[in-house]
């Protein structure tokens, strides 16, 4: 185990729809990351927070949102879906500043129908 | 500038053989080169990293070598295990601005490992 938590784990929607994903970072970390994994693409980097602060972006689509609250959690947000989007969702973090290696949880696999 | 290649796609060992995987980079800016094991349902794990200082790391059963001036370095698992069997993903980062950290990570595209008993 990790230490990240991302629910929910499994998430199934219709096209056009809105859905939220929640990750947890293990205590003590700062950074969060946004990861995707499709078959075709890979893992792709999609967005970078650190202590509240947007850091770092990929290739986010526009339709894709991100924010780090307070206590250091952050969500996803996927709106407009597509069948596309199918695709499972990694969360991962790090403990920053400086430069550590990342963990990630166990993700979040949505389906688009 | 930001690829990473990976090879094999997939790898068939029998037990108690020796699992070599490839990856190739470009972006001389990277520094660090992490390997991540992914079973499947799981989420990456990191197995094993190395800088560009050095040429090789070992732990355990897994070794990395790096060849800095070819750009390119390998994965390498000693007597292989059916438990070992997973997708095996190189990677490769470089140090964000203050603060940030090496967990952007660019992935090869990933390589399943069967290890037959």
């Known amino acids: 185990d990790s230490g990240v938590t991302q629910t929910p784990k499994h998430l199934i929607t219709a096209t056009g729809q809105r859905v939220t994903l929640r990750c947890s970072p293990r205590s003590g970390d700062l950074s969060v990351y946004w990861y995707q994994q499709s078959l075709d693409q890979g893992l792709q980097f999609l967005i970078q927070y650190y202590n509240g602060e947007e850091r770092a972006k990929g290739n986010i689509l526009e339709r894709f949102s991100a924010q780090q609250f307070p206590d250091l959690h952050s969500e996803l947000n996927l709106s407009s879906l597509e069948l596309g989007d199918s695709a499972l969702y990694f969360c991962a973090s790090s403990v920053g500043p400086g430069n550590t290696e990342a963990f990630f949880g166990q993700g979040t696999r949505l389906t688009v129908v | 500038q930001q690829q990473v290649k990976q090879s094999p796609q997939s790898l068939i060992v029998q037990k108690g053989g020796i699992s070599i995987i490839n990856c190739a980079y470009e972006?001389?800016?990277?520094?660090?080169f992490p390997w991540y094991q992914q079973f499947p349902g799981k989420g990456p794990a990191l197995l094993i990293a190395i800088r560009p200082d050095v040429s090789e790391k070992k732990e355990g059963r897994f070794t990395i070598s790096f060849n800095k001036s070819a750009k390119q370095f390998s994965l390498h698992i000693m007597d292989s295990q059916p438990g070992d069997s997973a997708t095996y993903f190189c990677a490769a980062s470089m140090p964000g601005a203050g603060g940030t950290s090496y967990g952007k990570l660019t992935f090869g595209q990933g390589t399943i490992l069967t290890v037959h008993p």
């Open positions: 972006n001389t800016a990277f520094d660090y």
